[in-house]
């Protein structure tokens, strides 16, 4: 089913702050297209740099632009176009946790592509500084296999008792017959997944008194009736995960403290601020490194607000990134993270010569 989106009215709303953020406040930015088109997005105040970095965080790559710089509403950028299918049809978000030491909250969007798909994703910031948090940060490396283990062990299984209960090849016709042949071609092509559980692509959910990973459905969108399994889901009580938890982690999720900082590992992720040569002021957003890389990242030229995606390039130095600008004439971003967390290196367009980049 395809809906049109008409362009009707919006209104823009601040709404009262919420009591459950105690020492700062959340207001909701909020515009309605139509009945069943609204958007509800979250904007933190307070006198802290963490929590200006956390809006430009999540507007960098919910709302593809940054806290203020929009011309008529803050969603202008990702709801679908007048005569448009593509794009964001609905926003809203919840709030997981907020501790002395981090906040946590998901964002749940309705879109559309190819076809209309619910989503929703998950964040974790760090309340000192609103750096983004990520497994490798909360749990040393022993603990991180071990966590692998277990929730690969339980996901394994669980698809092993399904395919069990299922009738065997041979029985059942017709209609019967065919949903349990394609149930077992959907499980069975998913155990080696879940036998090599990577949880870099699971969504981390930090509540206030345990840990949820979250991998995706077995199955495609178009056998999606028959999956019966649905998302995997993992719980954890922070108490019960101590011995494998960093010492970061143990001062975030078990001491709940906001003096946790120090413990933390140096790595590249989160907002930076500075400058391109002597000409250009940017805000970089980019997401923790992964086993695989980092995932997202994009500037925002500060004049404009003009967005430049950036695509990552993996380096043997965790302390190293490259990021390769996909524009019309490319550039290429050589950045090295410092002792004090600032990033420096150049900027070098196709041709030209290097500039120098400062971030912090």
Known sequence: MTRHM????????????????????IST????????????????????????RIN???HAFELDGLPGGFE??????VWPKEGDGHGVVSLDYEINAKTPGFLSLDIIGEYYGAYLSLGRNSYAFALADGSPLSLADLFSEPGL?????????????????????????????????????????????????????????DRLVLGQTQ?????????????RSLDDLGEFSNSFAYVDLAEDLSSYGRCLLLEQRPDCRQLAKPQIGGVYRGEIGHRDRITLVITPPSAEGWPRAVYFRDKGASKVDLV?????????????????????????????????????????PPEPVKLR
């Open 312 to 352: 990552a390039r993996q380096q043997p130095d965790a302390s190293r990134i490259q990021l390769q600008e996909q524009s019309a004439i490319p550039a290429m971003l050589k950045l090295q993270l410092d002792r004090d967390g600032q990033l420096q290196g150049t900027w070098q367009q196709e041709g030209g």
């Open 6 to 25: 008409p362009l009707l009215s919006f209104c823009l709303a601040v709404l009262a702050p919420q009591s459950s953020l105690a020492d700062s406040s």
């Open 29 to 52: 930015l909020e515009a309605t297209r139509s009945e069943w088109s609204t958007y509800r997005f979250p904007l933190f105040e307070g006198e802290s740099t963490a929590l200006e």
């Open 145 to 201: 296999q071990r966590l692998g283990g277990r929730i690969s062990q339980a996901r394994v299984e669980r698809i092993e008792t399904f395919l069990a209960r299922l009738p065997a090849n041979n029985s059942g016709t017709g209609d019967e017959a065919e949903s349990v042949a394609i149930q077992r071609e959907i499980y069975e092509h998913c155990l080696p997944r879940h036998r090599d559980t990577r949880l870099d692509h």
């Open 211 to 223: 840990l949820t990973l979250v991998a995706e459905r077995c199955s495609a969108h178009a056998v």
């Open 56 to 58: 430009i965080y999540l």
């Open 72 to 77: 008529q509403s803050p969603f202008e950028r």
